[in-house]
Nanobody, 125 residues
Framework: QVQLVESGGGLVQAGGSLRLSCVAS????????LGWFYQAPGKEREFVAA????????YYADSVNGRFTISRDNDKNTVYLQMNSLKPEDTAVYFC??????????????????WGQGTQVTVSS
């Protein structure tokens, strides 16, 4: 099972940028697509972005498309989420996610087999 540790959250003003990192453990890192989800207070966990094992294919929620970029460095077992033009409604805990099976793309909570501990992102207006 893949283990995930996020970092990079913080407080930023609207219009600013942050980059989240997620370090994954496990010898089969490159086989797994990985994703990011967020969860705002009182709301369900929602899909943000995902990237295939090779990094060739990326997927985004409509709400972040054009503002966020997901990437990965397989030599470092790390996936990144570059967040630009941040809005107050982006405020949430952000979670890194690995699917239950390597072939899956983690685009909904039921497809996720491993979660990171989460990192808080707060965007002030």
């Amino acid at each position: 099972q893949v283990q995930l540790v996020e970092s990079g959250g913080g407080l930023v003003q609207a219009g600013g940028s942050l980059r989240l990192s997620c370090v994954a453990s496990g010898p089969t890192f490159t086989r797994y697509a990985l994703g990011w989800f967020y969860q705002a207070p009182g709301k369900e966990r929602e899909f943000v972005a995902a990237i295939s094992g090779s990094g060739a294919n990326t997927y985004y929620a409509d709400s972040v498309n054009g503002r966020f970029t997901i990437s990965r460095d397989n030599d470092k077992n790390t996936v990144y989420l570059q967040m630009n033009s941040l809005k107050p409604e982006d405020t949430a805990v952000y979670f890194c996610a690995a699917p239950r099976m390597p072939i899956q793309i983690p685009r909904s909570p039921p497809t996720v087999g491993s979660w990171g501990q989460g990192t808080q992102v707060t965007v002030s207006s």
